[in-house]
């Protein structure tokens, strides 16, 4: 059973129009979630630790929200440079320290 | 500038041959970690170090091997007895082991024939 699972698997928008990836997770007691961006052939960058519901964190077009069960990573008037594949982490109350990885989301944006 | 390096970007092996992976982080973190990463797949802990000479398993240690003698460095050694060692190995490091976020570097692509 998947603890973290991200949807869509892929998502291709064009220039300019907003949506969300969601990650939705099953953890006993959530001590973070984290929120990485990766390009092809290189390691993930960090984007977001959230650590309770409600939360939300900013960063120039991309917005983090955490409820309960899920995240959202909102990109509002995405450009082609976004494209990459993001990531969700969460780390368990009872494994700590320990993420556990979602398997990504693949974005493209196109012009 | 502060980060994690990781060398070499691309290695080739032959099957039967131990190798070795190099990681070093000048942040000052105390904990480190050893990911692999399969197309299709979430990232996989392979072992992970709380702190200098103390290291524990992952979920999938079986065919690896570390040491930690030094905060900034983390070798990981694939062993010949790892099945499938081809893959994406990814090196992280934490300011402490719980709780916080994990910075990765920039990777090596294991390639075993």
């Known amino acids: 059973e998947d603890q973290v699972t991200q949807s869509p698997e892929a998502l291709r928008l064009q220039e300019g129009e907003s949506s969300s990836l969601n990650c939705s997770y099953t953890?006993?007691?959530?001590?973070?979630l984290f929120w990485y961006r990766q390009d092809p052939g290189k390691g993930p960058e960090f984007l977001f630790t959230?650590?309770?519901a409600g939360e939300e964190k900013e960063k120039e077009r991309l917005k983090a929200t955490l409820t309960k069960k899920e995240s959202f990573l909102h990109i509002t008037a995405p450009k082609p440079e976004d494209s990459a594949t993001y990531l969700c982490?969460?780390?368990?109350?009872?494994?700590?320290?320990?993420?556990?990885f979602g398997k990504g989301t693949k974005l493209s944006v196109k012009p | 500038d502060g980060g994690i390096t990781q060398s070499p970007k691309y290695l080739f092996r032959k099957e039967g041959q131990n190798v070795t992976l190099s990681c070093e982080q000048n942040?000052?973190?105390?904990?480190m970690y050893w990911y692999r990463q399969d197309p299709g797949q979430g990232l996989r802990l392979i072992y992970y170090?709380?702190?200098?000479?103390?290291?524990q398993k992952g979920d999938i240690a079986e065919g690896y091997s570390v040491s930690r003698e030094k905060k900034e460095s983390f070798p990981l050694t694939v062993t010949s007895a790892q099945k499938n060692p081809t893959a994406f190995y990814l090196c992280?490091?934490?300011?402490?082991?719980?709780?916080?976020?994990?910075?990765f570097g920039p990777g090596t692509r294991l390639t075993v024939t």
């Open positions: 992280a490091s934490s300011i402490d082991f719980s709780g916080y976020e994990q910075y």
């Open positions: 953890v006993s007691g959530l001590r973070g």
């Open positions: 959230l650590y309770s």
């Open positions: 982490a969460v780390e368990d109350g009872g494994s700590q320290g320990n993420l556990i």
């Open positions: 942040l000052n973190h105390d904990a």
């Open positions: 170090s709380q702190i200098v000479n103390d290291f």
